[in-house]
């Protein structure tokens, strides 16, 4: 198996990661992130990559979307966990970085949830991106509006 979990609202709060990695256990998914090279460093690094992380260099001359096309490339079995924010703060648009590396890693994009309002995490549909990146953003979207996450007002639909 070899996707891309993407999830509109994971990062909205400081609680989706622990939430997120009990969803990962309770649903069996056995999914990576991405994260800074710097947390996997001692004392505490080696939960992180227990935890399924994976280290990456975000300097700017280091593609990000390049080396996580490379990990699929790299690996039979591989389910990447991301977030289009990138971040728990506020953003004005979504990044396109997950669409990219979904498209060029030929690999589908499993549109997963964190819904605070009705109290659930999940896994929804499987979109497998066409190379219209508009439309499709535009359709990924339109799974998210209904779901809320814990501060819906950082969330971007």
Known sequence: VRSLAQDSRWDTSAWDFPIGMLAK????????????????KPPFGFIFKALGGVAVDRSASHNMVDQAV?????????????????????????KTGFYYIALQAHVPIVLAFLDY??????????????GNAEQDMEAIKAFYRTIKGRHPEQGVL
Do not use: C, D
């Open 25 to 40: 256990f309770i649903l069996n998914v056995q999914f990576s992130f991405l994260a800074k090279q710097e947390i996997f």
């Open 70 to 94: 490379k990990m699929f490339a790299e690996r039979e079995h591989f389910i990447l966990a991301l977030s289009p924010e990138g971040t728990r703060k506020y953003v004005a648009k979504w």
């Open 117 to 130: 309002e009705k109290k659930q995490a999940g896994i929804g549909p499987t979109f497998y991106p066409t």
